[in-house]
């Protein structure tokens, strides 16, 4: 819209014509001199175009502007909230969890956003949705599986991601944990790392057992984490890599790692 040359009044300093407009001023001559405003809310507020068209255009214009201010506002409102969470968030040694997985149910889990937790095998809850009580913000799901005909301690590591931020698992009552947007990765198929030579390793024939996940401690996450990245086969993998494992540590309050160092937990 064309805002030089446009006619307005102003309760106090009378009527005028618009000289100068920019994207945050508007400059009006009135016979006393030439102000300044604010634009575009002078306008509904102080000044009234005395083209009507062009003042209903600049109220929906306004109204625009207000609307995308308070979402704005909110936006802001509900970051620093969430950030508020993250400093007071709980944080328990092992709140991670390893999930078993057929390898072609991997492709479903990253497509869908989510993976099941499985179902209570007795008691009360048989059959129903397992609730992930230990899973919060901090969480990371590790993906792993075994290959047909592979014996379980060859149980491999597929991929990770973390938990929703807003995942909070003790409300999950569906069984479903929601994948992070962002801080997700799948293993080049051409690494291989064992699942088992991040825990205890004298037990010859380790059993996973029929629960669909386990937890397991955020340190040994870490390192876990940390070597996905030095497996990665393109530099972009390895940088997704490094800022998963940087938000990792944060929200886990654990210190970076300058070397993989030794397995186990």
């Known amino acids: 819209m064309q805002m030089v040359g446009q006619a307005v009044e102003h309760s106090t300093?009378?009527?005028?014509?618009?000289?100068?407009?920019?994207?945050?001023?508007?400059?009006?001559?009135?016979?006393?001199?030439?102000?300044?405003?604010?634009?575009?809310?002078?306008l509904t507020n102080f000044l009234i175009l005395k083209n009507k068209s062009a003042q209903d255009e600049i109220n929906a214009i306004c109204s625009k502007l207000r609307k995308a201010r308070s979402a704005?506002?909110?936006a802001i409102h509900e970051e620093q909230e969430h950030r508020e969470r993250f400093r007071a968030l709980k944080i328990t040694p092992n709140s991670q969890a390893a999930f078993n997985?057929?390898?072609?149910d991997l492709d479903d889990v990253f497509s869908s956003g989510a993976i099941s937790t499985g179902c209570y095998l007795g008691g009360n809850s048989k059959g129903k949705p397992r609730i992930p009580s230990k899973m919060m913000p901090n969480s990371a799901c590790l993906l792993t599986g075994c290959a047909p005909?592979?014996?379980?301690?060859?149980?491999?590591?597929l991929?990770?991601?973390m938990v929703k931020d807003d995942f909070w698992g003790g409300t999950c009552e569906n069984g479903l944990v929601a994948c992070h947007d962002r801080y997700q990765a799948r293993l080049n198929p051409d690494k291989t790392m064992l699942y088992w030579d991040y825990f205890d390793r004298?037990?010859?024939?380790?059993?996973?057992?029929?629960?669909?996940?386990?937890?397991?401690?955020?340190?040994t996450m870490q390192r876990i984490l940390l070597d996905m990245k030095e497996a990665a086969h393109s530099?972009?993998?390895?940088?997704?890599?490094?800022?998963?494992?940087?938000?990792?540590?944060?929200?886990?309050?654990?210190?970076g790692m300058a070397g993989s160092g030794t397995h186990g937990s």
């Open 13 to 42: 300093f009378g009527q005028g014509t618009i000289i100068q407009c920019s994207d945050s001023i508007v400059t009006v001559s009135f016979p006393t001199g030439d102000k300044k405003f604010e634009y575009p809310d002078a």
């Open 72 to 74: 704005q506002k909110q």
């Open 101 to 104: 997985l057929n390898f072609n």
């Open 149 to 157: 005909d592979a014996l379980e301690k060859e149980r491999r590591i």
């Open 159 to 161: 991929g990770a991601f």
């Open 202 to 219: 004298s037990d010859a024939l380790p059993r996973w057992g029929n629960s669909a996940f386990k937890y397991f401690p955020n340190i």
């Open 235 to 255: 530099a972009g993998e390895a940088t997704a890599l490094q800022e998963f494992y940087q938000y990792f540590c944060e929200i886990n309050r654990l210190p």
